[in-house]
């Protein structure tokens, strides 16, 4: 059985005596895919150690996250009104994952914010907020537009219906990579480079199960 790496995220909290620490944690729709998918997925929660992570395991998933890339990663600042965390735990462990696993040519998939990582690390940059693609209210759906040959044409053909749980988007993409999926407004919805694979939706949340076995397909 594969074993796939996944970046743990974090959250801010206090203890009972309002001592301040990190919780680390992975959306428990991935322990339901990988179940379903038949792969065992490890939780990489520090630098520690990550060279022989990436050794041991066939792939790696960079999940979604609540909080977004600090835009002093693409050479930019904060747009007025938003705000982006001190700790570059999230970042930076995203970076070190995606340098380590295609240094020696290891599938990886970024999911929504995993996607705008990709894209950040291989010198792409983001769009630091675009109108309704999320909401607190209903989970958004929209139609997104497929090219052919392509890892998300091979799931879905030329359209599907895709979850929008963002509010931040690709704006200039990564040298080499394509754009394989757009919604009706233009923004760009997945983008894929030989073996690595970003979507800015979230497959797990709808327990796309196929989507995570194609995914299996490319890891060695």
């Known amino acids: 059985m594969k074993i796939i790496a996944i970046s743990t995220r974090s959250v801010d909290y206090k203890s009972d005596a309002g001592i301040a620490k990190r919780r680390l944690y992975i959306n428990g729709y991935f322990s339901e895919i990988a179940e379903k998918a038949g792969f065992i997925l490890f939780p990489v929660c520090s630098d520690n150690g990550l060279e022989e992570i990436a050794a041991m395991c066939s792939g790696l998933i960079i999940a979604g996250r609540d909080r977004d890339i600090n835009p002093k990663y693409y050479g930019e600042k904060p747009l007025e009104g938003l705000e982006y965390p001190d700790d570059p735990y999230e970042d930076e462990l995203d970076f070190k994952l995606i340098e380590l696993f295609e240094k020696i040519n290891k599938p990886i998939l970024g999911i929504c914010s995993g996607l705008q990582s990709l894209n950040i690390y291989h010198g792409g940059t983001l769009k630091q907020h675009i109108d309704e693609h999320s909401s607190k209210e209903q989970l958004i759906r ?5 090219e052919d040959n392509s890892f998300v044409h091979s799931l879905y053909g030329n359209k599907t219906e895709v979850n929008s749980i963002h509010h931040q988007a690709i704006k200039d993409v990564a ?31 709808d327990y796309e199960v196929d989507t995570f076995k194609k995914f299996l397909d490319l890891c060695e």
Do not use: S, Y
């Not at 754009?179 to 979230?202: C, F, P, R, S, Y």
């Open 142 to 146: 929209h139609t997104i537009n497929i």
């Open 175 to 205: 040298e080499g990579f394509k754009v394989t999926a757009v919604a009706n407004d233009g923004t760009i919805e997945a983008i894929e480079k030989g073996n690595l694979i970003g979507l800015q939706w979230h497959p797990e949340v």
